[in-house]
């Protein structure tokens, strides 16, 4: 049982160029989040999917897109990457249903470096 | 607009101490508080979850208190051992509408010298 699995783990961009980051999870959940980490910003919301077939802007969603594929996966696709965009951003995926509902699962990251 | 504050931001203890970190918000209708720890170059590893029904959790060293009206919460750790050594978040998410908008704290770096 994988949970949330993100790929790739590491990216350096050029200014300009795009990228899609991947997302899977196998816990059969709804939601999907994209967040990214910033120091001493904590973790923001970039978008996020409450359903298969649904997506919703989180707090910082400029320069960024998303795909909800399916209810496995979600991508995130940065169109023309800039420096303010390095950062590292994680995927996660709140339990829905009977226990701890809420309780928020994440991925490893993924460290994007735009030079 | 719900702000997740965490104080001290880093915090250095010898090997053996109780310790607690603090978590404060400013909304208090909330839905779930959650602890989080993350090691370096890691994702964020589940600790504990707290309804807004429940005052408390407990998991083996770890004791997660929320106290809504004073918009606090406190995880407790008990005879603090080295591999305790990581930086600790903790979370908020608002009364559900179906989805779990979490807001976080920007965390406590912990560190446990043996």
């Known amino acids: 049982n994988a949970g949330v699995t993100q790929t790739p783990k590491f990216q350096v961009l050029k200014t300009g160029q795009s990228m899609t980051l991947q997302c899977a999870q196998d816990?059969?959940?709804?939601?999907m989040y994209w967040y990214r980490q910033d120091p001493g910003m904590g973790l923001r919301l970039i978008y996020y999917?409450?359903?298969?077939?649904?997506?919703d802007k989180g707090e910082v969603p400029n320069g960024y897109n998303v795909s909800r594929l399916n209810k496995r996966e979600f991508s995130l696709r940065l169109e023309s990457a800039a420096p303010s965009q390095t950062s590292v951003y994680f995927c996660?995926?709140?339990?829905?249903?009977?226990?701890?509902?809420?309780?928020?699962?994440f991925g490893e990251g993924s460290r994007l470096t735009v030079l | 607009k719900q702000e997740v504050t965490q104080i001290p931001a880093a915090l250095s203890v010898p090997e053996g101490e109780n310790l607690v970190l603090n978590c404060s918000f400013t909304?208090?209708?909330?839905?779930?508080l959650q602890w989080f720890r993350q090691d370096p170059g890691k994702g964020l590893t589940s600790l504990l979850l707290?309804?807004?029904?429940?005052r408390e959790q407990t998991s083996g060293r770890l004791n997660a208190s929320l106290d809504k009206s004073s918009g606090r919460s406190t995880l407790y750790i008990a005879a603090s051992q080295p591999g305790d050594s990581a930086t600790y978040l903790c979370?908020?998410?608002?009364?559900?509408?179906?989805?779990?908008?979490?807001?976080f704290g920007t965390g406590t770096r912990l560190k446990v010298l043996a």
């Open positions: 996660a995926s709140p339990r829905q249903g009977t226990g701890n509902t809420g309780e928020l699962f």
């Open positions: 816990m059969n959940h709804n939601s």
């Open positions: 999917s409450a359903s298969e077939g649904t997506t």
């Open positions: 909304d208090s209708a909330i839905y779930n």
């Open positions: 707290i309804q807004s029904s429940q």
């Open positions: 979370a908020v998410t608002p009364s559900p509408s179906g989805t779990y908008k979490y807001i």
